[in-house]
């Protein structure tokens, strides 16, 4: 073996400490005294045979233990593990692990041929059965003993398949009343997270229903929970005592979708408003599912696009599962009633990350009318836009053009020049005014939608015109115009007094304004 060199401590004949070189080596080894009982608690280890180890032997039968598990087998795992923890090292050195920056908790995209029972699913023909206390629930994996026993939350029936190929899961749900197919996800999650789903459906029948969410699982077993409070409908199938997700199918209509959801037992399931999928479902469409304590949140999109995602999501907040319990994810397949032909389900990929580790909540601009907590944002690919504000409310639309696109001009005559310019909610833009005279006139703006009655109106505005100048408006009126609630009305007089009635020349003053 290759020479080893250290620096040992120990004691010297004066019974003095010192510290010194070693080698060790085939022609110098290092006494070793094996005590009985050692190994780490399987008792001594010992050197297969009394031979020595060749050098560089990775093989288990080098050293052997009582207790079956070898050393070097031992330490070949600890070695694996350390791979799995970093997957790479990136050229600067550092040591990179395989998940992206979102903390996925599950992924499957339906790689292979078949469904992976082993360490993903547990795929239940006929939904989850009666649970007997004491008794190996069979149908999932881990087959746990529950100490409690619950009816029945599946009906029992089945009819159903399913292939993957592609990765895709297809599902053909038949046409068998009441069939029902459970895709039980083997790992458990916490109330708050965030589901994602790829499918498609071959077409609309309101017999067919699908949930996709999370149901609430006993603490010890992770065994579904029957909610007592919900009867059993018409196929003998229950309900769970905390659920939330999607429910999409259940309608002839096609493309619809309606958050759902189930609170500490309740004996009711809240249903909120219905949204629309893009192009109906026919196609591939992703579903985002946001699972909160205050509300579950569902949206949709075109599968592969980057246009917009539909402008109708569905959001309940009536009752939301209880987030300090635990649960497992649920693809629920079921005929609630006898369809008339087979709808085939196409799953392309589903995805649950965790919401606690990826959610920014803004707490303020939650739908907050209070000015201090308001949100600014930006409006993005609009080329031009009207508004108009009606009740303290601001509407934004298109505009082919960009800037007003109503003017007006007038010269004075000799009177005081009441005029209407607008009659109905207005923005002044910009203008000009020009006084021809030798002395100063007064150009007043009223909110008002017809022509003022000068000396009895009061004015919004006053603007002294000093003789023989120019005067730009859009000093007064800035980038973002001035609004006129009522309609823009304006005169001209000879004094500065909200009741003067004193007439102007004709010819003493210029007038343009841009409006919209």
């Given at each position: 073996?290759?020479a080893?060199?250290?620096?040992?401590?120990g004691?010297?004949?004066?019974g003095?400490?010192?510290?010194a070189?070693?080698?060790?080596?085939?022609?110098?080894p290092l006494?070793?005294?094996?005590v009985?009982?050692?190994g780490?608690?399987e008792?001594?280890v010992?050197?297969?045979?009394?031979?020595?180890?060749?050098?560089g032997?990775?093989?288990?039968s080098?050293?052997?233990g009582?207790g079956?598990a070898s050393?070097v087998s031992?330490?070949?795992g600890l070695?694996a593990?350390?791979?799995?923890?970093?997957?790479y090292?990136?050229?600067?050195?550092k040591a990179?692990?395989t998940h992206t920056?979102?903390?996925?908790?599950?992924?499957d995209?339906?790689g292979?041929?078949?469904?992976?029972t082993?360490?993903?699913w547990?795929?239940?023909?006929?939904?989850?059965?009666?649970i007997v206390s004491?008794?190996a629930?069979s149908v999932?994996?881990?087959a746990?003993?529950p100490?409690?026993s619950?009816?029945r939350?599946?009906?029992?029936?089945?009819g159903?398949?399913?292939s993957?190929?592609?990765s895709t899961?297809?599902?053909?749900?038949?046409t068998t009343?009441?069939a029902?197919?459970?895709?039980?996800?083997?790992?458990?999650?916490?109330?708050?997270e965030?589901?994602f789903?790829?499918?498609?459906?071959?077409?609309?029948?309101?017999?067919?229903d699908l949930?996709?969410?999370?149901?609430?699982v006993d603490?010890v077993?992770?065994?579904?929970l029957?909610n007592?409070?919900?009867a059993?409908?018409?196929n003998?199938a229950?309900?769970?005592?905390?659920?939330?997700?999607?429910?999409v199918?259940?309608?002839?209509?096609?493309?619809l979708?309606?958050?759902?959801a189930?609170?500490?037992?309740?004996?009711g399931?809240a249903?909120g408003?219905?949204?629309?999928s893009?192009?109906?479902m026919?196609t591939?469409?992703?579903?985002?599912i946001?699972i909160?304590?205050?509300?579950?949140i569902v949206?949709?999109?075109n599968a592969d696009?980057?246009?917009?995602k539909a402008?109708?999501a569905?959001?309940?907040?009536?009752?939301?599962?209880?987030?300090?319990?635990?649960?497992?994810?649920?693809?629920r397949?079921?005929?609630?009633?006898?369809p008339g032909?087979?709808?085939?389900?196409?799953v392309n990929?589903i995805?649950v990350v965790?919401n606690?580790e990826?959610?920014v909540?803004?707490?303020?601009?939650?739908?907050?009318?209070?000015?201090?907590k308001a949100?600014?944002v930006?409006v993005?690919?609009?080329?031009g836009v009207?508004?108009?504000?009606?009740?303290?409310n601001l509407?934004?639309?298109p505009?082919?053009?960009?800037g007003p696109?109503?003017?007006h001009k007038?010269?004075?005559?000799?009177?005081t020049?009441?005029?209407s310019?607008k009659?109905s909610n207005?923005?002044?833009?910009?203008?000009s005014?020009?006084n021809?005279a030798?002395?100063?006139r007064?150009?007043?703006?009223?909110?008002?939608?017809?022509?003022p009655?000068?000396?009895?109106?009061?004015p919004?505005?006053t603007?002294?015109?000093?003789?023989?100048?120019?005067m730009?408006?859009?000093?007064?009126?800035?980038?973002a115009?001035?609004r006129f609630?009522?309609?823009?009305a304006?005169?001209?007089?000879?004094?500065?007094?909200?009741?003067d009635?004193?007439?102007?020349?004709?010819g003493d003053?210029?007038?343009?304004?841009?409006?919209?």
């Amino acid at each position: 073996m290759s020479a080893i060199q250290f620096n040992a401590t120990g004691t010297n004949a004066s019974g003095k400490t010192t510290t010194a070189p070693r080698e060790v080596s085939s022609a110098n080894p290092l006494p070793v005294t094996v005590v009985s009982g050692g190994g780490g608690g399987e008792g001594a280890v010992t050197l297969a045979d009394g031979a020595d180890v060749t050098q560089g032997s990775q093989g288990d039968s080098a050293y052997g233990g009582s207790g079956g598990a070898s050393v070097v087998s031992l330490l070949k795992g600890l070695y694996a593990k350390l791979l799995a923890a970093a997957a790479y090292v990136s050229p600067n050195g550092k040591a990179i692990t395989t998940h992206t920056t979102l903390d996925s908790l599950l992924s499957d995209d339906f790689g292979g041929t078949a469904v992976n029972t082993s360490t993903t699913w547990d795929v239940i023909n006929g939904g989850l059965p009666a649970i007997v206390s004491g008794a190996a629930v069979s149908v999932m994996a881990a087959a746990p003993v529950p100490a409690f026993s619950q009816a029945r939350i599946g009906s029992g029936i089945t009819g159903m398949t399913d292939s993957v190929s592609a990765s895709t899961l297809t599902v053909t749900m038949g046409t068998t009343l009441g069939a029902e197919r459970w895709y039980l996800s083997q790992k458990v999650f916490a109330g708050k997270e965030d589901i994602f789903i790829i499918l498609s459906r071959s077409q609309a029948l309101a017999q067919n229903d699908l949930f996709i969410g999370l149901v609430e699982v006993d603490p010890v077993t992770f065994i579904p929970l029957l909610n007592p409070n919900i009867a059993a409908d018409g196929n003998g199938a229950g309900e769970f005592t905390n659920r939330g997700g999607v429910q999409v199918l259940a309608t002839a209509t096609a493309g619809l979708f309606t958050a759902q959801a189930i609170g500490d037992s309740s004996s009711g399931i809240a249903s909120g408003n219905a949204g629309t999928s893009i192009t109906g479902m026919n196609t591939a469409q992703e579903y985002l599912i946001e699972i909160d304590s205050r509300d579950i949140i569902v949206s949709n999109a075109n599968a592969d696009s980057v246009s917009a995602k539909a402008a109708t999501a569905s959001r309940v907040s009536t009752q939301c599962p209880n987030d300090t319990r635990l649960y497992k994810l649920l693809l629920r397949f079921r005929n609630t009633g006898t369809p008339g032909s087979s709808t085939t389900v196409a799953v392309n990929r589903i995805l649950v990350v965790d919401n606690y580790e990826q959610r920014v909540q803004i707490s303020t601009a939650e739908g907050d009318q209070i000015g201090s907590k308001a949100l600014g944002v930006n409006v993005v690919n609009t080329p031009g836009v009207n508004a108009n504000v009606t009740g303290g409310n601001l509407a934004l639309s298109p505009n082919a053009g960009i800037g007003p696109t109503a003017m007006h001009k007038l010269t004075s005559a000799a009177t005081t020049n009441a005029t209407s310019v607008k009659t109905s909610n207005a923005n002044l833009c910009a203008g000009s005014l020009r006084n021809r005279a030798a002395s100063e006139r007064y150009f007043k703006f009223y909110n008002k939608a017809s022509a003022p009655t000068v000396g009895t109106d009061i004015p919004v505005l006053t603007i002294g015109l000093p003789p023989a100048s120019s005067m730009m408006l859009a000093d007064f009126t800035g980038a973002a115009g001035i609004r006129f609630g009522n309609g823009i009305a304006y005169a001209i007089t000879g004094a500065y007094a909200d009741s003067d009635t004193t007439a102007v020349a004709a010819g003493d003053v210029d007038v343009n304004l841009v409006y919209n």
